[in-house]
Every structure is written in structure tokens, then in C-alpha cells.
T-cell receptor, first 114, second 112 residues
Framework: NAGVTQTPKFQVLKTGQSMTLQCAQDMNHEYMSWYRQDPGMGLRLIHYSVGAGITDQGEVPNGYNVSRSTTEDFPLRLLSAAPSQTSVYFC?????????????FGEGSRLTVL | DAKTTQPTSMDCAEGRAANLPCNHSTISGNEYVYWYRQIHSQGPQYIIHGLKNNETNEMASLIITEDRKSSTLILPHATLRDTAVYYCIVRPPGAGSYQLTFGKGTKLSVIP
């Protein structure tokens, strides 16, 4: 059981480059989300989705795009990377069947923007 | 969502109980208390959650005061592998309430 899988684990970009962080889950979870974590800080919500075709903004959405074409996948796109986006990114999912319960997190993608 | 206040750091001797406090004095009647932890730089891991009754699972116990303004996470026999940052979070149930707001948490160091 793979759970939540994030790729790549590490990435270095130059300012202005674009890239996509991939997130996939095999638990048939309706809810998926992206967080970023800066050094010494807690996690901040970027975008989330409550089901295929439905996305919404979190606390820090600027500079990021998302889409949810399937239940399994929730990619995060950086259209023009900036040094301020240097961070560790975590994808998380949970079942929408109950409104409580746990979030399952991936292992993180470490992004450096030069 | 109600805000939480946690100590920045705590130490605990290996084999002893670790008691991690959390203050959530503005919690509303339908808001749940959640605990997660993050070991080193890994993804956060769910520990336990509760509404008003004390809860226990294989990892920990959650004690919520009668007025629900504070809670304590108890790791009964701390090991070195319990060294982590522990996050206390409160949020209401219901549609649109899937997001969790993570603060800076408490860094627990288990000492041999």
C-alpha cells in the first residue's frame, strides 16, 4: 500500500523556470491538499480539492496552480519559480466519507529556487 | 478556527511519560482537537483526535479538560523515536472544514 506518493523528492530550479510537483494517492480519498513548510515554521495550506474537478485556494495560493482531473492525482504547478518558493512541499489526502479522521501525508518534495 | 498555544520545546527522559500541553481557550463547542507529529523532515503523522471525552489509541492518550479550553497529549513510555515536533490543532467538522492549520508546535526531545 503506497499511500501518498510525491515526486520528485528533490528539485533545484532557476528563477523563472516552471515545474510540476506530482502527488498521487491510492486510497480513493476524495480530499487532497498541498502544504508548504519553510524552515522553523509550521505547515501552510496552498490549495486543496474535495473531489475530481473541484479545487480551492488555501492560505498561500499565489504563484501556484492546481488541477484535479482524477481522484488519484493532484499536481501542483509553479508557472514562474521565485526564490520565495524555496520550501518543502507536502501533499496530503483524507477520505471525505467522514468529516473527521486523519490526513495522510506524503514524504515531501524539497524545492530550491536559485 | 480556534487558535492553539503550545510550549516551544520540552524534554523527556526515555521510558518516562511525555505530557504535552495545549491551550485552546477559544475553542467552539463543535471543534475537534487533533494531534499530529513530524519526525525530522518527514511528512506529519496523525496521532489522535477527540471532541470532549478522553481518547486512547496505540500511540497515545488525549486528555481534554471539562471546559475544553486545554488538552494534554500523553505518550506513556517515550522512546528516542518519539523525538519530533508535535502539533495541536483544533477545527470544526463538516463540509469545507478539511483544512488543518498547523502552528509551530512543540519540539519534544527524548533524552537517553
Amino acid at each position: 500500500n503506497a499511500g501518498v506518493t510525491q515526486t520528485p523528492k528533490f528539485q533545484v530550479l532557476k528563477t523563472g523556470q516552471s515545474m510540476t510537483l506530482q502527488c498521487a494517492q491510492d486510497m480513493n480519498h476524495e480530499y487532497m491538499s498541498w502544504y508548504r513548510q519553510d524552515p522553523g515554521m509550521g505547515l501552510r495550506l496552498i490549495h486543496y480539492s474535495v473531489g475530481a474537478g473541484i479545487t480551492d485556494q488555501g492560505e498561500v495560493p499565489n504563484g501556484y496552480n492546481v488541477s484535479r482531473s482524477t481522484t488519484e492525482d493532484f499536481p501542483l504547478r509553479l508557472l514562474s519559480a521565485a526564490p520565495s518558493q524555496t520550501s518543502v512541499y507536502f501533499c496530503a489526502s483524507k477520505t471525505g466519507v467522514t468529516n473527521t479522521g486523519e490526513l495522510f501525508f506524503g514524504e515531501g518534495s524539497r524545492l530550491t529556487v536559485l | 478556527d480556534a487558535k492553539t498555544t503550545q510550549p516551544t520545546s520540552m524534554d523527556c527522559a526515555e521510558g518516562r511519560a511525555a505530557n504535552l500541553p495545549c491551550n485552546h481557550s477559544t475553542i467552539s463547542g463543535n471543534e475537534y482537537v487533533y494531534w499530529y507529529r513530524q519526525i525530522h523532515s518527514q511528512g506529519p503523522q496523525y496521532i489522535i483526535h477527540g471532541l470532549k471525552n478522553n481518547e486512547t489509541n496505540e500511540m497515545a492518550s488525549l486528555i481534554i479538560t471539562e471546559d475544553r479550553k486545554s488538552s494534554t497529549l500523553i505518550l506513556p513510555h517515550a522512546t528516542l523515536r518519539d523525538t519530533a515536533v508535535y502539533y495541536c490543532i483544533v477545527r470544526p467538522p463538516g463540509a469545507g472544514s478539511y483544512q488543518l492549520t498547523f502552528g509551530k508546535g512543540t519540539k519534544l526531545s527524548v533524552i537517553p
